[in-house]
């Protein structure tokens, strides 16, 4: 196993012949996808991953500066790619992982044949003639909340992002990977990606991008997934799922994985 591979904690499953990669969000790690992963085997070759400062990885591997943007995460991606030789696949990304997928195919758009973009957002931040869903009022009370007591955070946020109760089984594997992180990190990551816009890239994408989206997602408003849908200038579908909460795949896996599957499978008709 590569220097890449092991930092990232790389997983390679499956026989097919076609490739997928499956990138998680903010505060989880690989195992979000462990609803989609065993209908993915036969037919593809699977590539799971941690991005890094995530639970799973070595705190002592996260370097501050380069992570204070979301295209040091994009350069991970494609060392990823380029150590196992990828030479073409079908990426879903999810939440700051769509993001993190836009970027990476702008950079080599031929190791992309599409992106699959569930529950991205190119900016968290309300602005002029776009809805984000926050103020920064709002985000400011956010970090102040990590910096003050993670643990009690993590049990706040874990349900509102999810949309469930402490009792559901997704809230409490989304509160477990949370916890996971380590404070200083996870508080980095979050400034990172609450700060960030990059809706000013998206008429660079040249990759075909299925956009889907839950129908009620604190992080990210419904109209959000339109806004992608007008802004990026390749072939872009978008579906909106009756599901709740920004991690759809672990808390409505019967609705999503069915909904991920076909978007996998199927192209873009004109």
């Not at 036969?42 to 590539?47: E, G, H, L």
């Amino acid at each position: 196993m590569g220097i890449v591979e092991e930092a990232h904690n790389v997983r390679v499953l499956g026989t097919g012949g076609k490739t997928i990669v499956l990138a998680h969000g903010f505060g989880t790690d690989q195992s979000v996808w462990k609803h989609l992963v065993p209908h993915l085997l036969n037919d593809y070759r699977v590539i799971l991953f941690d991005n890094m400062g995530s639970g799973p990885t070595n705190p002592d591997y996260f370097d501050f500066d380069r992570y204070t943007t979301l295209e040091g995460y994009a350069y991970d991606l494609l060392a990823i790619l380029e150590e196992l030789q990828v030479q073409s696949c079908i990426y879903v990304g999810h939440s700051v992982s769509g993001i993190i997928g836009v970027l990476a195919s702008i950079s080599r758009p031929d190791l992309f044949s599409k992106l699959v973009l569930l529950a991205a957002s190119p900016r968290y931040l309300n602005d002029v003639d776009y809805y984000g869903g926050f103020e920064q009022d709002e985000l400011d009370q956010l970090f102040d909340a990590m910096k003050s007591n993670y643990k009690a955070w993590c049990s706040g946020f874990a349900p509102l992002a999810v949309g469930g109760d402490m009792d559901s089984i997704a809230v409490q594997e989304f509160s477990r990977t949370l916890f996971n992180m380590r404070p200083d990190i996870a508080l980095s990551v979050a400034q990172t990606i609450f700060q960030s816009d990059f809706r000013d890239v998206l008429g660079l994408v040249s990759v075909p991008c299925h956009i889907l989206q839950s129908s009620k997602d604190l992080a990210v408003p419904v109209v959000v997934p339109e806004y992608l849908h007008r802004n990026i200038t390749s072939d872009t579908i978008v579906e909106v799922m009756p599901s709740d909460g920004h991690l759809p795949q672990l808390s409505s896996p019967d609705i999503v994985i069915p909904v991920l599957l076909r978007h996998i499978s199927h192209d873009i008709v004109a």
